[in-house]
């Protein structure tokens, strides 16, 4: 089954910095980032944060001046840094992108397994 990797999530105290990656299943795979998420226990996921294939990057506005999206497009893998961290920030966070296959018609939609980012002290 084709799926984003995701890894870097895990338990932090207070001010403690995470870095998230994710990445494409193999490197046949065209990989269009399409954004990172985050998710609580029963609500809907929320966009954190997106960067173009150009570098143009957005964040949500807790995100912002704390985390640091980047791309590493040779390598097909888009980063989180994720600095002066809160409980509140405390979530499942998920990657997002459309992938392409030689053989495939069309671009197909992939999330991350999810990794989990607890803050606390």
């Known amino acids: 089954q084709v799926q984003l990797v995701e890894s870097g999530g895990g338990l932090v105290q207070p001010g403690g910095s995470l870095r998230l990656s994710c990445a494409a299943p193999?490197?046949?795979?065209?990989?269009?980032?399409k954004g990172w998420y985050r998710q609580a226990p029963g609500e809907q996921r929320e966009l954190v944060a997106i960067v173009t294939s150009g570098g143009i990057t957005k964040y949500e506005d807790s995100a912002k001046g704390r985390f640091t999206v980047s791309r590493a497009n040779a390598k097909n893998m888009v980063y989180l840094e994720m600095n002066s961290l809160k409980p509140d920030d405390t979530d499942v966070y998920y990657c997002?992108?459309?992938?392409?296959?030689?053989?495939?018609?069309?671009?197909?939609?992939?999330w991350g397994q999810g990794t989990q980012v607890t803050v606390s002290s």
């Open positions: 193999g490197s046949m795979f065209v990989f269009d980032f």
């Open positions: 997002n992108a459309d992938l392409w296959a030689p053989g495939w018609s069309s671009r197909r939609d992939y």
